[in-house]
């Protein structure tokens, strides 16, 4: 048990349709990321966010949309997705920089959603 | 922009044996963090060891310690006494400790296998 947990764990999608990923941290964090893994490829920084703001957006296309509306939760809306963006989704939460109780570096992640879009 | 890399694509060792996974990284920075996650077929990415720059003391946990070469900016990890449950793809990573932000760059990953 690892603190994070994200729903789905699988996810089968058209390209039209429209989805959700939940992400969800019992740490006590205040950051929480959101990354992609595709096959053959580094982890992909996609969104960070802080205390609920959203502090970084890696270029990523406006078909993902993320939604963070308090510090436990995150969500990763999806529409119109292309079969490229098939990949495996992790998020991950820590404690941010300059924050009371200490800023401990490490990411804490959750099993990841594994994405298939046809 | 930090880069990490990690030359070795797949190792293998034999059960009870040792191996050193290699991983080297770019900075300009002085102060940072530096991190091996360990990711088994589940996909979990688990945390395996952490090393501050600042500290000279390479890190050490159970079986798992790392080889720290701040000058070389090299990161090695080394599983001592390999286990069939420590075959898993290895990431290096790395975070600036001096910017307010907290991105973690990855390497490529090292997929370990563990021989009977």
């Known amino acids: 048990e690892t603190g994070v947990t994200q729903t789905p764990r699988h996810l089968v999608m058209g390209m039209t349709n429209k989805k959700s990923l939940k992400c969800e941290q019992h740490l006590g964090h205040n950051a929480m990321y959101w990354y992609k893994q595709s096959a053959k490829k580094p982890l992909e920084l996609m969104f960070v966010?802080?205390?609920?703001?959203?502090?970084e957006n890696n270029s990523v296309p406006s078909r993902f949309s993320p939604e963070c509306p308090n510090s436990s939760h995150l969500f990763l809306h999806l529409h119109t997705l292309q079969p490229e963006d098939s990949a495996l989704y992790l998020c991950a939460s820590s404690r941010f920089p300059g924050t009371s109780g200490g800023a401990t570096p490490e990411q804490y992640f959750g099993p990841g959603t594994r994405l298939t879009v046809t | 922009a930090q880069t990490v890399t990690q030359s070795q694509p797949e190792m293998s060792v034999q059960e009870a044996e040792t191996v050193t996974l290699s991983c080297t990284y770019d900075t300009s920075e002085s102060d940072y963090y530096l991190f091996w996650y360990k990711q088994p077929p589940s996909r979990q990415m688990i945390l395996v060891i952490r090393?501050?720059?600042?500290?000279?003391q390479n890190a050490t946990e159970n079986r798992f310690s790392v080889n720290f070469q701040k000058a070389a900016k090299s990161f090695s990890l080394k599983i001592s006494d390999s286990q069939l449950g420590d075959a898993a793809m290895y990431f290096c990573?790395?975070?600036?400790?001096?910017?307010?932000?907290?991105?973690?760059?990855f390497g490529e990953g090292t997929q370990l296998t563990v021989n009977p």
């Open positions: 990573a790395y975070r600036s400790a001096e910017t307010s932000g907290s991105r973690l760059t």
């Open positions: 966010y802080n205390f609920k703001e959203q502090t």
């Open positions: 090393q501050e720059a600042y500290k000279q």
